[in-house]
């Protein structure tokens, strides 16, 4: 593998399908014996499925790391990602210039959404998260931040610091670059490149 940080989003992946998959064995042995089968059955889909979403996301940390995951590019305005994310939400605020870029925008939207997130657990209900995309010449500046963090040193659970991993790495291998900063509040600065550097295009 090519780096150690991947080695440790590796080690937590299967730790936590391990862990997953004893929950699931145990449930399937309470259900033999219970008498709620129903309920019972319903938590052992929960844990497929989170077994499931676990083993998605190991692959495509693979995938990426490797650089051998499949892009898929096409021309949209990066502006729309970021007013479909506030949509979603009444916690998001976003200011935005229209900005044009060739990328693979389904892997692109899930990446903000996994920054979003991220800013969502540091961060109050009440709190506004606030979104800001500038375009550059050759590139767009994107600034998310919160007014106020909460649990400001919080430790991040193995889906979450999986899924920034993953989040990081495809706006990476657009080009792209990711900083985190924190002072008072967590600010995270992405640069989005108007033309992504991975040409698969064939």
Known sequence: MKDEEFK???N????????LLASAKALIAIFR???NQKQTLSKIEGKINLINFGIDNLFESIYLTESTMEFFYEFFDFKEILIKQREKSRQIVVEADSFETMGDREKLEK????FINYMKLHSRLEDKIQIKFIKKENKGKLIIKSVNNKNFNLKLDNDLTIELYIARKIIEL????Y???KNKVIR???DIPKKAKRLNLG
């Open 8 to 10: 440790n989003i590796l």
């Open 33 to 35: 014996k219970s008498k």
């Open 12 to 19: 937590l992946s299967t730790h936590r399908i391990k862990n």
């Open 188 to 190: 995270l600065s992405i």
């Open 174 to 177: 657009h080009g792209g670059k």
């Open 179 to 181: 900083k985190e900063q």
């Open 111 to 114: 990446a903000i959404g996994i």
